[in-house]
């Protein structure tokens, strides 16, 4: 029996070098063969948010009122539509909703970084982002480009709330602290700020089955830890350098935007659920995302902007490659927040 999973544990290891290889293989040809003509671009939509309330709350009251409650109701509804049309409505505030869904790789973040050029190029002083954010975390660079791009928008003068109904912790923390006024629900997690690297190692299996694995660098520090080599403590203690120095980035970008924080207390990598986020400070208030975009919207105009990357077969076969390749450790080693 052992000797079954012995060699099911070497055929599985020669199963993921193989799509391995396989995979880098296709992601070269696609690439090399890519036209970038081809690409074509995104597109930009903008919805009112005000018009979705109304109509919804329309719906409801269709249904719950008599017929001539009803027409009571649609006549003083054209009456105000009426009078909002004669008054212009140039000096109203506007606030810009933007979505942004995290993954392990932020790949969210291209389409944030239209949305917000988008909006910055309109937008007033006295508008007002509000961006809805749910992330989890992950790779460093990719979030901290991502909170680069929320970063802008406070740049430009323009008031900035982050809204997490469900989760902002680790790299997505770090895109959420950058914001003027951070709102979370009762129950959402946030915090996490720490920083992590992890891969499985597969050196003594390969010894035992009698597999070398031979690996080539120039530079010291080219690669420390791996999966098939062997490590050293030199190579852990390089990583944890690594980490630590990271760890201290990010604890500075935090502390930056929340200065009241206490850093020690908070910056452990632990979470919270929101109401005990609130009493540390790694929040502003508790609330929803509908009550906040519902309650504005009685005072303000509400636009919902939202841009879509178009990306053809090649593009998303490439993208499902480099994730499958990085999840297995074949990539680039990167820390993850």
């Given at each position: 029996?052992?000797?079954?999973?012995?060699?099911?544990?070497?055929?599985?290891?020669?199963?993921?070098?193989?799509?391995?290889?396989?995979?880098?293989?296709?992601?070269?040809?696609?690439?090399?063969?890519?036209?970038?003509?081809?690409?074509?671009?995104?597109?930009?939509?903008?919805?009112?948010?005000?018009?979705?309330?109304?109509?919804?709350?329309?719906?409801?009251?269709?249904?719950?009122?008599?017929?001539?409650?009803?027409?009571q109701?649609?006549?003083?509804?054209?009456k105000?539509?009426?009078?909002?049309?004669?008054?212009?409505?140039?000096?109203?505030?506007?606030?810009?909703?933007?979505?942004?869904?995290?993954?392990?790789?932020a790949?969210?973040?291209?389409?944030?970084?239209?949305?917000?050029?988008?909006?910055?190029?309109?937008?007033?002083?006295?508008?007002?982002?509000?961006?809805?954010?749910?992330?989890?975390?992950g790779?460093?660079?990719d979030?901290?480009?991502?909170?680069?791009?929320?970063?802008?928008?406070?740049?430009?003068?323009?008031?900035?709330?982050?809204?997490?109904?469900?989760?902002?912790?680790?790299?997505?923390?770090?895109?959420?602290?950058?914001?003027?006024?951070?709102?979370?629900?009762?129950?959402?997690?946030?915090?996490?700020?720490?920083?992590?690297?992890?891969?499985?190692?597969?050196?003594?299996?390969?010894?035992?089955?009698?597999?070398?694995?031979?690996?080539?660098?120039?530079?010291?520090?080219?690669?420390?830890?791996?999966?098939?080599?062997?490590?050293?403590?030199?190579?852990?203690?390089?990583?944890?350098?690594?980490?630590?120095?990271?760890?201290?980035?990010?604890k500075?970008?935090?502390?930056?935007?929340?200065?009241?924080?206490?850093?020690?207390?908070?910056?452990?990598?632990?979470?919270?659920?929101?109401?005990?986020?609130?009493?540390?400070?790694?929040?502003?208030e508790?609330?929803?995302?509908?009550?906040?975009?519902?309650?504005?919207?009685?005072?303000?105009?509400?636009?919902?902007?939202?841009?879509?990357?178009?990306?053809?077969?090649?593009?998303?076969?490439?993208?499902?490659?480099?994730?499958?390749?990085?999840?297995?450790?074949?990539?680039?080693?990167?820390?993850?927040?």
């Open positions: 029996m052992i000797e079954f999973f012995y060699d099911y544990g070497l055929f599985l290891l020669k199963v993921l070098t193989v799509a391995g290889a396989v995979g880098a293989l296709l992601v070269g040809v696609i690439t090399a063969s890519r036209d970038s003509s081809s690409r074509s671009e995104g597109s930009l939509t903008v919805e009112t948010l005000n018009d979705k309330y109304r109509r919804m709350a329309n719906k409801v009251r269709q249904a719950v009122l008599s017929k001539a409650d009803w027409k109701s649609e006549k003083e509804q054209k105000a539509a009426k009078a909002a049309e004669k008054n212009t409505d140039e000096a109203r505030k506007r606030i810009f909703v933007l979505d942004f869904k995290g993954d392990l790789r790949s969210g973040v291209e389409s944030l970084r239209q949305e917000v050029t988008a909006v910055i190029a309109v937008a007033r002083p006295d508008d007002e982002v509000v961006v809805c954010l749910e992330n989890a975390g790779a460093v660079q979030h901290g480009l991502g909170a680069s791009q929320l970063q802008r928008i406070k740049d430009h003068g323009l008031p900035l709330t982050v809204i997490v109904d469900k989760v902002a912790a680790s790299g997505g923390y770090l895109m959420a602290c950058i914001a003027d006024r951070l709102v979370a629900a009762p129950f959402a997690i946030i915090g996490s700020i720490g920083v992590l690297a992890q891969l499985p190692n597969f050196n003594r299996f390969l010894e035992q089955r009698g597999v070398d694995f031979e690996q080539v660098t120039a530079g010291r520090y080219k690669r420390t830890l791996t999966m098939f080599g062997k490590n050293t403590e030199a190579d852990r203690e390089k990583t944890r350098e690594e980490l630590e120095e990271v760890h201290q980035l990010f500075a970008a935090v502390s930056e935007h929340r200065p009241t924080l206490d850093m020690e207390r908070v910056a452990t990598g632990e979470h919270w659920y929101g109401t005990r986020a609130l009493e540390l400070g790694l929040i502003d508790l609330g929803s995302s509908d009550d906040y975009l519902m309650q504005a919207a009685e005072q303000a105009g509400i636009y919902a902007v939202s841009y879509k990357q178009r990306e053809g077969l090649a593009g998303k076969l490439q993208s499902a490659l480099t994730s499958t390749a990085e999840a297995l450790g074949l990539g680039p080693r990167y820390p993850w927040s």
